[in-house]
């Protein structure tokens, strides 16, 4: 893949902002690319998001054995009464075109006896999860970056992190308020500039590095929901973090997912002794979904003080492991670990962020001119629990409802604003960036520790209390000092790290990812509800998602 240049391009203005380059940032911009100049905006190399380390695959129905209803009720089934039952069938109904346009894009998927391979993973009835080997993402990720790169509309800027939105409010313009553009960071220069688009898209990815131990890369910082709550827009559902059952425990694998398809293709969960435990947590054993897995494993964990529990696939031998499973039987071999002759230690981390900016199912938020697609958003898809392999579907699905609705509104949208320079004239360089980095670790550790899979009224409030002090420090610290990456994601966790927190306290029951031990029970009284919060400078609004655009 040859990086494409976007200094040929002198303007800093725009048709569309996209930030963020994975799956569903690089979806919005080839879909968007049909109808304008789109800039595209990566933290760090252009193919450096959680998508690109997904294992596993995109969920389909592919097969004549398959239905939509089967895979809708999974999705219901795994999201524990909080799906919105139209966001499931919208994006449930497109997923065999979403996977045709992959194809027809270039991925390879991984084939078997004459037709594509479908594998199943936890809490899927039917084999229904297109891959490549177990490296989707990658592949999926690579396929798509070549054809951005090549595309004479889309102008890259990677190593660019964004710092806010640019809204008309902030700028003290009349009229409705909506998404101006953006202020970004380039990591190599140093420089804040100030970049205009007519329409804005957030495909920034969770949040899940708020954790001390997590599965996803350094860059899931929770960018973009922080960006779009300083701007205005409701968030909701956050207090729904996945926790992934299986990640590779080992002092240098950094948390290195062990997929789901490997339990799906027969791998067993066991104790040092070799005794199997999930059947005594739910009838599906080893499939059963993200949520009971986890809890099953910190409770075994807990109950018998062990650092880890063994995943065990050996007994399926080493020809089928290394043929469906070549890029984690050679990591985990790294380790010194060998899949093909016995268990391998396994622990949960944080995964997936379930919640995020509200919107409907055009990727419209509560402010104009700015949409929010993927892991980032909160459409209904995912209720109080993501089922395997419906991510990344998401991402296709709504990048192309997204950019479909951002281009027929183009014609109609007002010119790009110039907008004021970054004012730096009042900050010094950091003395203190150590600080940064201790408030890092701190967040992480009592986010694991008061917010993780099991929770409890008072360890939500010393979570609040701590989360407090900190933002109060962070924001003294930015108003003060040229900003730096390590700052701004810093900045952005603790925002989120609040509205997790917030959105915990809020629910009175235990559902889906979401177990308190005050309230172990889920509450029947009354029809499931999502946990909305609404910014306090917005308080008064009643607006739903795209109601106030021009």
Same mark, same amino acid.
């Given at each position: 893949?040859?990086?494409?240049?976007?200094?040929?391009?002198?303007?800093?203005?725009?048709?569309?902002?996209?930030?963020?380059?994975?799956?569903?940032?690089?979806?919005?911009?080839?879909?968007?690319?049909?109808?304008?100049?789109?800039?595209?905006?990566?933290? #760090?190399?252009?193919?450096?998001?959680?998508?690109?380390? #997904?294992?596993?695959?995109?969920?389909?129905?592919?097969?004549?054995?398959?239905?939509?209803?089967?895979? =809708?009720?999974?999705?219901?089934?795994?999201?524990?009464?909080?799906?919105?039952?139209?966001?499931?069938?919208?994006?449930?109904?497109?997923?065999?075109?979403? =996977?045709?346009?992959?194809?027809?894009?270039?991925?390879?998927?991984?084939? /078997?006896?004459?037709?594509?391979?479908?594998?199943?993973?936890?809490?899927?009835?039917?084999?229904?999860?297109? /891959?490549?080997?177990? #490296?989707?993402?990658?592949?999926?990720?690579?396929?798509?970056?070549?054809?951005?790169?090549?595309?004479?509309?889309? /102008?890259?800027?990677?190593?660019?992190?964004?710092?806010?939105?640019?809204?008309?409010?902030?700028?003290?313009?009349?009229?409705?308020?909506?998404?101006?553009?953006?202020?970004?960071?380039?990591?190599?220069?140093?420089?804040?500039?100030?970049?205009?688009?007519?329409?804005?898209?957030?495909?920034?990815?969770?949040?899940?590095?708020?954790?001390?131990?997590?599965?996803?890369?350094?860059?899931?910082?929770?960018?973009? =929901?922080?960006?779009?709550?300083?701007?205005?827009?409701?968030?909701?559902?956050?207090?729904?973090?996945?926790?992934?059952?299986?990640?590779?425990?080992?002092?240098? #694998?950094?948390?290195?997912?062990?997929?789901?398809?490997?339990?799906?293709?027969?791998?067993?969960?066991?104790?040092?002794?070799?005794?199997?435990?999930?059947?005594?947590?739910?009838?599906?054993?080893?499939?059963?979904?993200?949520? =009971?897995?986890?809890?099953?494993?910190?409770?075994?964990?807990? !109950?018998?003080?062990?650092?880890?529990?063994?995943?065990?696939? $050996?007994?399926?031998?080493?020809?089928?492991?290394?043929?469906?499973?070549?890029?984690?039987?050679?990591?985990?071999?790294?380790?010194?670990?060998?899949?093909?002759?016995?268990?391998?230690?396994?622990?949960?981390?944080?995964?997936?962020?379930?919640?995020?900016?509200?919107?409907?199912?055009?990727?419209?938020?509560?402010?104009?001119?700015?949409?929010?697609?993927?892991?980032?958003?909160?459409?209904?898809? %995912?209720?109080?629990?993501?089922?395997?392999?419906? $991510?990344?579907?998401?991402?296709?699905?709504?990048?192309?409802?997204?950019?479909?609705?951002?281009?027929?509104?183009?014609?109609?949208?007002?010119?790009?604003?110039?907008?004021?320079?970054?004012?730096?004239?009042?900050?010094?360089?950091?003395?203190?960036?150590?600080?940064?980095?201790?408030?890092?670790?701190?967040?992480?550790?009592?986010?694991?520790?008061?917010?993780?899979?099991?929770?409890?009224?008072?360890?939500?409030?010393?979570?609040? %209390?701590?989360?407090?002090?900190?933002?109060?420090?962070?924001?003294?610290?930015?108003?003060?000092?040229?900003?730096?990456?390590?700052?701004?994601?810093?900045?952005?966790?603790?925002?989120?790290?609040?509205?997790?927190?917030?959105?915990?306290?809020?629910?009175?029951?235990?559902?889906?990812?979401?177990?308190?031990?005050?309230?172990?029970?889920?509450?029947?009284?009354?029809?499931? !509800?999502?946990?909305?919060?609404?910014?306090?400078?917005?308080?008064?609004?009643?607006?739903?998602?795209?109601? %106030?655009?021009?």
């Amino acid at each position: 893949m040859t990086m494409k240049k976007h200094s040929g391009r002198h303007s800093r203005d725009y048709d569309f902002a996209v930030i963020g380059s994975g799956l569903a940032g690089l979806t919005l911009a080839l879909r968007l690319a049909n109808y304008g100049e789109v800039a595209l905006f990566a933290k #760090a190399d252009l193919v450096d998001g959680s998508s690109f380390y #997904a294992q596993g695959g995109i969920a389909a129905v592919l097969s004549p054995d398959d239905s939509f209803e089967s895979h =809708i009720h999974d999705t219901q089934v795994a999201g524990a009464g909080l799906c919105r039952e139209d966001a499931v069938r919208f994006v449930v109904e497109r997923a065999p075109e979403a =996977i045709r346009w992959l194809i027809a894009e270039g991925t390879p998927f991984t084939a /078997h006896e004459g037709r594509y391979h479908l594998t199943r993973e936890g809490g899927h009835s039917q084999r229904r999860v297109i /891959h490549a080997a177990d #490296a989707t993402g990658r592949v999926v990720e690579t396929t798509l970056a070549t054809k951005a790169c090549d595309h004479p509309r889309i /102008h890259i800027f990677t190593d660019h992190i964004v710092i806010d939105l640019v809204t008309s409010a902030k700028l003290g313009l009349d009229g409705p308020n909506r998404c101006l553009g953006l202020y970004a960071l380039s990591k190599k220069t140093g420089t804040v500039i100030a970049y205009a688009a007519r329409l804005t898209a957030l495909a920034t990815g969770g949040a899940s590095k708020a954790y001390l131990y997590s599965s996803n890369p350094d860059t899931s910082t929770g960018d973009g =929901i922080s960006m779009a709550w300083r701007a205005g827009c409701r968030v909701a559902n956050l207090e729904f973090v996945q926790f992934h059952p299986t990640c590779l425990y080992h002092p240098q #694998a950094k948390s290195f997912l062990i997929s789901e398809a490997v339990r799906g293709e027969g791998g067993l969960l066991l104790l040092p002794d070799g005794t199997r435990f999930m059947p005594d947590y739910d009838p599906r054993a080893e499939l059963a979904s993200r949520d =009971i897995v986890a809890r099953a494993i910190d409770s075994e964990m807990k !109950r018998l003080g062990l650092d880890a529990v063994g995943l065990d696939i $050996s007994h399926k031998g080493r020809d089928f492991i290394v043929e469906h499973f070549p890029n984690i039987y050679e990591r985990c071999l790294s380790f010194g670990y060998d899949m093909a002759h016995g268990p391998i230690p396994v622990v949960p981390a944080a995964h997936y962020t379930c919640g995020g900016v509200l919107t409907d199912l055009r990727g419209r938020t509560d402010l104009g001119s700015l949409y929010a697609v993927g892991e980032c958003a909160y459409t209904g898809l %995912h209720g109080a629990n993501r089922l395997a392999s419906n $991510s990344l579907l998401e991402c296709l699905v709504l990048g192309r409802a997204a950019a479909e609705d951002a281009g027929a509104r183009l014609a109609a949208s007002p010119a790009a604003v110039t907008l004021p320079p970054w004012d730096e004239s009042r900050v010094a360089d950091a003395d203190e960036a150590v600080v940064v980095s201790h408030n890092w670790e701190e967040l992480r550790r009592f986010m694991w520790d008061y917010v993780g899979i099991v929770r409890t009224n008072k360890r939500l409030e010393r979570a609040l %209390h701590r989360v407090n002090l900190l933002n109060h420090e962070i924001r003294e610290y930015y108003a003060n000092f040229k900003v730096s990456n390590d700052l701004i994601e810093l900045r952005n966790l603790v925002q989120v790290a609040e509205l997790i927190i917030r959105s915990a306290q809020s629910r009175t029951e235990s559902r889906g990812l979401h177990y308190s031990r005050d309230y172990p029970e889920t509450d029947t009284s009354h029809p499931a !509800r999502d946990t909305i919060l609404t910014p306090p400078q917005y308080a008064q609004a009643t607006q739903t998602p795209g109601e %106030h655009w021009s």
